[in-house]
Structures are given as structure tokens and as C-alpha cells.
């Protein structure tokens, strides 16, 4: 039997062979050192448990997990091949990430997912990007004068997981008046505790007015590009465009406020970056390049399920095996990052937006990038000194193997008047 990694507890599952728990502090502390020493014990391959003594497998080597990305066929997005239903319970903690029968794209498979994503490309191509800046930078202005003449904020809970929201809200076609219930209901969603149901109840309340709204009046936003897209006997009902509203923004907002959250913290801390806060060297584009490598938001990712038994990696993969993605620890495999202190510079060869037809799409890849440049250029050009207000190394993660990002970043700066009129 496989050792486990040192500080890794496991699990035997029934062929008796260890598994490894997706939880625990490490995942939130040493996320590196945690998948490498998974991959020395149990090569690219890992046999992970989830919740309720679940099995499934991560992968964790860059070819493999190229490999499933690649084939849609092997490696089916339909969750419905999942041989564990019989032992899911109605409560299980997963439910929400793992679904069954759910009509959006993330479950939709073949021709009719090719058309699906299509359509949300297009709508979000539509979006002018001179205008999306110009978006987030109103909604970043606004926000940071809330703050900018106190001296000191914590710009993870006053700024980054308040914007993304706000500026895809607009674009989508939300009231701005919303903005502020929506910003608050999506993050007790994606908390994923006791006010996890009430917050997704109010976002999907939210869209199911707007689609109302802009079946009977459409305008020029990205819902009613998709609703007018969508009509037609073999197009899409306004019940899965309303799902993948919901998935638009729920896979917009918080990979996003990572991003921002996590640039900031590398050029608030690196030497590298940091001098580029006066000019350096380093510059925006180039944290957030390296940070999609070496600190990537969305850690692990379900998943795939295998359509036959096959070998993956040197392991036995039954038919109906969950396979979860690792896209942080795919892209620090030594296998092709010989030299991991080596700066990425404009490699993007990363699997932090996934891969394959299932990944996020190009235009929603690019949203996302204007959003968090601009968020963290306005927040630098506003308060030129900011610094860190604490010891790098008593910065936490929120606890969660999935999305990795910040509980909170305290920074201080010389206090700046406000600029009126611009929330």
C-alpha cells in the first residue's frame, strides 16, 4: 500500500487502497508542497475521497490532464455517468458543485454544448471593451473613494469581491440598484454555509425577473442578445438561458475577485513586483500572467466522468469514475516547469481557464481579464503608496481545496480625497 504525504491523512477505500482527503488546512497553507508530495506518493494520477466517504480521483500531472481535457468523448462532462448516485444523499455539501439534471452548459455535452457555447460567446463578443472598462473603472472609482481618504481598508472585503459582481450586473442587464443585494446574495452563495441557499435563491430570483423583463423589453445587454439568439424551435428556452446567467455569473465574479485579490497581494509582497508599484519593471499584465500560474484562483475543479474502463496515468479508471480537475497543481508539474522561479513572462500555456471544449470560453476569459486589470490599475493610479499593513505570512486563504483566494488583505496608504460623483 501507497504511503500517504506527510501531514496528508487518508483513507482506504474498498479495494483497500488509500485515498487521499480533498480537505484540510493545507490545501489553504501550502497548496504547493501539498500536490507535490501527492504526486511523489501517487504519481499523476491521485485517488482522492471527498465528503461522505466519496471516491474519485484528482488529477494532477500537466499530460493527463491535458489528456481528459482533450477528449470529450473518454472523458464525458455528463454527470450522469457518475456511478456514485446511488450513495449521494439529498444533503450532500457537493450537491451544488456536482449536479444532476441541470439544465446549463456546464452539463451539456456534444453539438448542442458547441451551439450553447456559442451563443454565450457571442453575447459577451458584443460587449464593447472600451465600454467595459470604462465600466469597471466607474464601479473600482466608486468603491475605492468609499475608503480612500481613511488611510487603511482591506481591499479583498471593500474592493475585489465587490466588483466583478457590480460590473457584470451592468453589462448583463441588472438594474444598478441591485448591484449592491446581488453583490452580497453571490457571496453568501459561494461561501457555501448556513446563508449558502437563501443567497442562491435571491440570484436566481434576480435573473428570473431580468429574463421576464427582457423577454417583454430588450435592450442592449448580454441577456437579451441571448434571449433574442436563443429563440426558436431548436434553440435554447429562457429556463437554461437563465442557468447559464447564473453560471456566467457565478464563474465571473469570484475566479475574478481572486485574481484581483491574489495580483495584488504578489505585488504587494514580491520583490519582483513590488517596485513596479512605482514604475518598475514588472507590470500589471506580467503579475497577473504569473499569479494564473503560480497562484491560480480555481484550484480543483469538478470534473469529468469516464464513459469505459480505461488506464490514466498508471491507474485502473472504472466507467462512471469522477475524475476531478487540479489545475494548480497541472500547472506546477516539474514534468514541464522544470524551473518553477523561473517568471512565466507571456507563457499562457496554464490551465487556470481550463481547456478543451468545455473550457471557459475566449470572450468570457477576456471580460474577466479587463475586469481585473482594470481593478487593479485604478486601485494603484488612485493610491500610489499603498502597502501591506501586516506580515505577508499572516495572510489566510479561505479554507476550500476549489477557489483559492484571500480571507482578507489589510493595506494602508496616504489618505486621497474622493472623487465625486462617480459610484
Given at each position: 500500500?501507497?504511503?500517504?504525504?506527510?501531514g496528508?491523512?487518508a483513507?482506504?477505500g474498498?479495494?483497500?487502497e488509500?485515498?487521499?482527503?480533498?480537505?484540510?488546512?493545507r490545501?489553504?497553507t501550502?497548496?504547493v508542497?501539498l500536490?507535490?508530495?501527492?504526486r511523489r506518493a501517487?504519481?499523476?494520477?491521485?485517488?482522492?475521497?471527498?465528503?461522505?466517504?466519496?471516491?474519485a480521483?484528482?488529477v494532477?500531472?500537466?499530460?493527463?490532464l491535458?489528456?481528459?481535457?482533450?477528449?470529450?468523448?473518454?472523458?464525458?462532462?455528463d454527470?450522469?455517468?457518475?456511478?456514485?448516485?446511488?450513495?449521494?444523499?439529498?444533503?450532500?455539501?457537493?450537491?451544488?458543485?456536482?449536479?444532476?439534471?441541470?439544465p446549463?452548459?456546464l452539463?451539456t455535452?456534444g453539438e448542442?454544448?458547441?451551439?450553447?457555447?456559442?451563443?454565450?460567446?457571442?453575447?459577451?463578443?458584443?460587449?464593447d471593451?472600451?465600454?467595459?472598462?470604462r465600466i469597471?473603472?466607474q464601479?473600482?472609482d466608486?468603491?475605492?473613494?468609499?475608503?480612500c481618504?481613511?488611510?487603511?481598508?482591506d481591499?479583498?472585503?471593500r474592493?475585489?469581491m465587490?466588483?466583478?459582481?457590480?460590473?457584470?450586473?451592468?453589462?448583463?442587464?441588472?438594474?444598478?440598484?441591485?448591484g449592491p443585494d446581488?453583490?452580497?446574495?453571490?457571496?453568501?452563495?459561494?461561501?457555501?454555509?448556513?446563508?449558502?441557499l437563501?443567497?442562491?435563491?435571491h440570484?436566481a430570483?434576480t435573473?428570473?425577473a431580468?429574463i421576464?423583463?427582457?423577454q417583454?423589453?430588450?435592450?442592449?445587454?448580454?441577456?437579451?442578445?441571448?434571449?433574442a439568439?436563443?429563440?426558436g424551435?431548436?434553440?435554447f428556452?429562457?429556463?437554461?438561458i437563465?442557468?447559464?446567467l447564473?453560471?456566467?455569473?457565478?464563474?465571473?465574479?469570484?475566479?475574478?475577485?481572486d485574481?484581483i485579490g491574489?495580483?495584488?497581494?504578489?505585488?504587494?509582497t514580491?520583490?519582483?513586483?513590488?517596485?513596479?508599484?512605482?514604475g518598475?519593471?514588472?507590470s500589471v499584465?506580467e503579475?497577473?500572467?504569473?499569479?494564473l500560474?503560480?497562484d491560480?484562483?480555481?484550484?480543483n475543479?469538478?470534473?469529468r466522468?469516464?464513459?469505459?474502463?480505461?488506464r490514466?496515468?498508471?491507474?485502473?479508471?472504472?466507467?462512471?469514475d469522477l475524475?476531478?480537475?487540479?489545475?494548480?497543481a497541472?500547472?506546477?508539474?516539474p514534468?514541464?516547469?522544470?524551473?518553477?522561479?523561473?517568471?512565466?513572462?507571456?507563457?499562457?500555456a496554464f490551465?487556470?481557464?481550463?481547456?478543451g471544449e468545455?473550457r471557459?470560453?475566449?470572450?468570457?476569459?477576456?471580460?474577466?481579464e479587463?475586469?481585473?486589470r482594470?481593478?487593479?490599475?485604478v486601485?494603484?493610479?488612485?493610491?500610489?503608496?499603498?502597502?501591506?499593513?501586516?506580515?505577508?505570512?499572516s495572510?489566510t486563504?479561505?479554507p476550500?481545496?476549489w477557489?483559492?483566494?484571500l480571507?482578507?488583505?489589510?493595506?494602508?496608504?496616504?489618505?486621497?480625497?474622493?472623487?465625486?460623483g462617480?459610484?
Amino acid at each position: 500500500m501507497t504511503t500517504p504525504p506527510p501531514g496528508c491523512p487518508a483513507h482506504a477505500g474498498s479495494t483497500g487502497e488509500v485515498r487521499v482527503p480533498l480537505s484540510g488546512p493545507r490545501f489553504q497553507t501550502d497548496p504547493v508542497a501539498l500536490y507535490r508530495e501527492m504526486r511523489r506518493a501517487h504519481g499523476p494520477v491521485v485517488p482522492v475521497v471527498l465528503p461522505g466517504d466519496v471516491p474519485a480521483w484528482l488529477v494532477v500531472g500537466y499530460r493527463e490532464l491535458h489528456q481528459v481535457t482533450s477528449d470529450p468523448v473518454l472523458f464525458s462532462r455528463d454527470s450522469e455517468l457518475w456511478n456514485q448516485w446511488p450513495r449521494i444523499p439529498a444533503d450532500w455539501p457537493l450537491l451544488p458543485m456536482i449536479g444532476r439534471k441541470q439544465p446549463s452548459i456546464l452539463y451539456t455535452v456534444g453539438e448542442r454544448h458547441t451551439r450553447r457555447a456559442r451563443l454565450i460567446s457571442d453575447a459577451l463578443e458584443a460587449v464593447d471593451p472600451f465600454e467595459l472598462r470604462r465600466i469597471a473603472e466607474q464601479f473600482a472609482d466608486g468603491l475605492i473613494d468609499a475608503f480612500c481618504t481613511k488611510g487603511e481598508t482591506d481591499v479583498i472585503n471593500r474592493y475585489a469581491m465587490l466588483l466583478p459582481v457590480r460590473v457584470l450586473a451592468k453589462v448583463y442587464g441588472i438594474p444598478d440598484a441591485q448591484g449592491p443585494d446581488l453583490v452580497a446574495a453571490l457571496n453568501d452563495m459561494i461561501d457555501g454555509r448556513e446563508r449558502a441557499l437563501a443567497g442562491q435563491q435571491h440570484v436566481a430570483a434576480t435573473f428570473q425577473a431580468l429574463i421576464a423583463e427582457r423577454q417583454a423589453a430588450p435592450a442592449h445587454d448580454v441577456a437579451s442578445a441571448m434571449l433574442a439568439a436563443g429563440a426558436g424551435p431548436d434553440g435554447f428556452s429562457p429556463e437554461e438561458i437563465l442557468q447559464d446567467l447564473m453560471v456566467m455569473m457565478a464563474a465571473g465574479h469570484q475566479p475574478t475577485a481572486d485574481w484581483i485579490g491574489n495580483t495584488l497581494r504578489l505585488m504587494l509582497t514580491d520583490d519582483r513586483f513590488t517596485a513596479s508599484l512605482s514604475g518598475g519593471r514588472h507590470s500589471v499584465a506580467e503579475a497577473m500572467n504569473e499569479v494564473l500560474w503560480e497562484d491560480t484562483p480555481t484550484q480543483n475543479v469538478a470534473g469529468r466522468w469516464a464513459s469505459r474502463d480505461m488506464r490514466l496515468g498508471g491507474r485502473a479508471v472504472a466507467s462512471g469514475d469522477l475524475l476531478l480537475l487540479g489545475l494548480a497543481a497541472a500547472n506546477g508539474d516539474p514534468q514541464v516547469r522544470t524551473d518553477a522561479s523561473v517568471l512565466t513572462g507571456g507563457n499562457n500555456a496554464f490551465f487556470s481557464f481550463g481547456h478543451g471544449e468545455h473550457r471557459c470560453p475566449f470572450t468570457a476569459q477576456e471580460t474577466a481579464e479587463v475586469i481585473a486589470r482594470t481593478a487593479v490599475e485604478v486601485l494603484l493610479d488612485r493610491l500610489p503608496d499603498i502597502d501591506l499593513a501586516v506580515p505577508a505570512a499572516s495572510l489566510t486563504r479561505r479554507p476550500s481545496p476549489w477557489l483559492r483566494g484571500l480571507t482578507a488583505l489589510p493595506v494602508t496608504f496616504t489618505p486621497t480625497p474622493a472623487l465625486r460623483g462617480t459610484a
